[in-house]
């Protein structure tokens, strides 16, 4: 996909946001893969060259949060299910170990699910402008003191 027709992309909706992060694809256009690892997102994507940090140092704060809540309730919902199932007598010593690994994994294996879907959270948000797109496929610097976008 070019440059151009990226720019040219109508405004996705927040589903086609929220499913296209989930599938680990840029939410902005849905196209290329923007992991260089597992842990490690590209500076842009390669599709429409947006910057997977949209100007801000310290963008992926918000993803951390994502992160964390997600894995809580999740493991929230497991815990409850297995101590009704079971009740009376849960096994609480086991309970506890196995919850804590679950947590330490799940944070790790949620992690990049966590990046992309806080992308896709601010740009339903925040929509990008053809501004902003532009200032990112010519390498804007993050130091810039007017961002298109803000």
Not at 14 to 40: D, K
Not at 72 to 94: K, M
Request: glycine share 8%; net charge neutral; with cysteine.
């Amino acid at each position: 996909m070019t440059a151009t027709l990226a720019l040219d992309l109508p405004r996705a909706s927040v589903m086609q946001l929220m499913t296209r992060a989930l599938r680990l694809r840029c939410p902005h256009c849905g196209g290329g893969r923007i992991f260089a690892s597992f842990f490690q997102l590209k500076t842009n994507c390669p599709g429409c060259g947006l910057r997977m940090e949209r100007g801000e140092a310290d963008y992926f704060v918000g993803a951390y949060l994502f992160n964390l809540i997600a894995v809580e309730l999740i493991l929230f919902v497991c815990v409850c299910a297995f101590v009704a199932f079971t009740w009376p007598d849960p096994p609480w010593d086991l309970l506890t170990y196995v919850t804590g690994a679950l947590m330490l994994a799940g944070c790790l294996l949620c992690y990049p699910f966590a990046k992309t879907t806080w992308l896709a959270v601010d740009l339903a948000i925040r929509p990008l402008t053809r501004e902003e797109l532009e200032w990112h496929q010519r390498g804007g610097d993050l130091g810039d003191r007017e961002l298109p976008h803000l």
